[in-house]
């Protein structure tokens, strides 16, 4: 169980008591204004919304978000990361999962029975791209050149293609 402390300030309202859990996390991320730039993601994708709420949040975590040192998540690794998202998912993409990292990056990460794509985002927005096979085989990997975005994307196809084979 996550146990967040909400701090107080006397410019921003903030909750009185502590958040638990899920439930409390989300109160606590929905009661902090959005930030003043938040993040778009651009193109017509059905979970679109989905993923601007999804990284707006963890840019709205407090620093120490993991209980311990972890820095706040900046701008430049989610937008970091959106350039990389805009270049990678399609309609049929299935949409990722994001983890807030220690440094303030940011990882999106698709996984599915036992392959995987990773894409880290570092705090200071240095990208790196990491696909693994069912056997363990490296399927791609480096930082996101051409190339290595050609590969990524053919990796998320065929995620998406075997998330359609469980439906």
Known sequence: MTVI???????TPRPT?????????????SSIPRSSRPVTLQGNLWYRAWIEQSLNGLLALPPGWDGHRA????????????????????????????????DGGVQ??????GDSLEIEVSGEGEAFVFGVD??????????????????????????????????
Do not use: H, K, N
Request: charged share 15%; proline share 8%; net charge negative.
């Open 71 to 102: 820095s706040r998540v900046t701008y430049r690794a989610v937008t970091t990361l959106m350039d990389v998202l805009q270049s990678l998912l399609t309609p049929a993409s299935v949409p990722p999962q994001f983890v807030p990292l220690p």
């Open 108 to 113: 999106a990460e698709w996984l599915v029975g």
């Open 17 to 29: 008591a502590r958040a638990v859990g899920v439930a409390g996390t989300t109160a606590y991320l």
């Open 5 to 11: 402390d909400v701090p107080q300030s006397a410019t």
């Open 134 to 167: 069912a056997d363990g085989g490296v399927a791609v990997e480096g930082d996101p050149d051409a190339q290595v975005l050609g590969a990524a994307a053919r990796r998320l196809s065929y995620l998406s293609e075997r998330v359609g084979a469980f439906a």
